[in-house]
């Protein structure tokens, strides 16, 4: 079972335009104080990233922000943070926020967040880390994304065992307490149906 000393979180600069979006992720924040996990995230004081990482400093938890320096004026940095860690390229900043975290949590968030989301899933698949993955699904937000992951399996292009690897539920409780049972199943090889 997985040590959760921190868990990151991908989720938008932007509030989103339904209140349960900030709700969740002041949720989100408040659970990681109450587990004694730890933030990492993107830097940010605005939207869902300022109300997460709000969250766990008022409960005085820890909060590790990774921002480009390029976005440290479009994203406005949060200045509330003691440890912010400024990098020079979006590639630095997701591999520093991997390499801190223990797991990776998705909240609503917009195509920065998708990316984030799947190249974390790509690095699992190809057995760069073996670290548990999930998504809050607030108010349904992430159906959609969902119902496409299982295309992908119907499709042949997602194998079952990696559509396993995505945690989903829609409390940050239930969401920690998968995390804190996850097992990566041993992945067959890949091949491809006309070498079978």
């Known amino acids: ?17 339904n209140p349960s979006y900030v709700q969740a992720a002041r949720a989100m924040g408040q659970a990681f104080v109450e587990q004694g ?3 990492v995230y993107g830097g940010s004081g605005l939207g869902m990233m300022g109300a997460v990482a709000n969250a766990v400093l008022e409960g005085k938890g820890s909060v590790i922000g990774v921002i480009p320096k390029a976005l440290a004026t479009r994203e406005k940095a949060h200045h509330g943070l003691a440890d912010l860690r400024v990098v020079s390229s979006m590639h630095e900043r997701k591999a520093l926020m991997a390499e801190l975290a223990d797991g990776f949590i998705a909240l609503p968030g917009g195509m920065g967040t998708l990316e984030e989301l799947c190249e974390i899933i790509t690095w699992a698949q190809l057995g760069i880390h ?3 993955i999930g998504l809050l699904n ?8 969902i119902a496409f992951f299982d295309h992908m399996v119907s499709q042949g292009y997602l194998a079952p065992h990696d559509r396993a690897l995505i945690c989903v539920e829609s409390s ?18 890949w091949l491809d149906a006309s070498e079978s």
């Open 1 to 17: 079972m997985p040590v959760l000393t921190r868990i990151c979180v991908f989720c938008g600069a932007n509030p989103g335009a």
């Open 37 to 39: 996990i730890g933030l």
């Open 130 to 132: 073996e670290k548990p």
């Open 138 to 145: 607030v108010d349904g937000y992430f159906d959609p994304l």
């Open 172 to 189: 940050p409780q239930a969401l920690i307490a998968c995390f804190k049972t996850y097992q990566r199943a041993p992945a067959p090889m």
